[in-house]
């Protein structure tokens, strides 16, 4: 905890860090078309690997950073150690008041996925919808209700 007014305090940043079995180039380029932004790819070949294991187009180290000012990174796994399903249950929440980008975005995100919970309004509300991605990603969008 910072306490001392004198001190600059710290950034601190949590980020999504997603890892997939060689599918990394093809999501985030994805996740690009969604939300935009720069995006850069590193492999291992970059880094010298020679493979077979790890492949050297398969990506080390990939970061988009979108306008919005998410940041989302991801790697392909370790092919002797297949990612498979989500263990941790982890999702990715948006959230926000600008309902028709997080609409968009969200229809966007289904495309080629599966809606898990249809984009409409909750009983909280809200309008909420869940989408697990083509890659496998589940979304949790919701729109703010405007204040009464």
């Known amino acids: 905890m910072h306490t001392d007014p004198k ?10 860090y997603l890892h997939f079995d ?7 380029e994805f996740y690009r078309s969604v939300f935009g932004g720069e995006l850069s790819i590193m492999t291992f070949g970059d880094m010298g690997a020679e493979g077979p294991v790890p492949p050297p187009d398969g990506v080390m180290h990939a970061y988009l950073q979108t306008p919005d000012g998410f940041a989302l990174m991801a790697s392909d796994g370790d092919p002797e150690r297949p990612v498979g399903a989500d263990p941790a249950g982890v999702s990715i929440s948006i959230s926000g008041d600008d309902i028709g980008r997080l609409e ?15 984009f409409e309004k909750q009983m909280w509300g809200d309008v909420f919808g ?10 949790l969008v919701n729109a703010t209700a405007p204040a009464a």
């Open 7 to 16: 001190e600059p305090a710290m950034a601190v940043s949590m980020n999504p």
């Open 22 to 28: 060689n599918a990394s180039r093809q999501a985030m």
């Open 104 to 118: 968009g975005w969200f229809g966007a995100l289904a495309d080629g996925g599966v809606v898990d919970v249809p």
């Open 130 to 139: 869940q989408v697990t991605d083509r890659f496998g990603v589940r979304w």
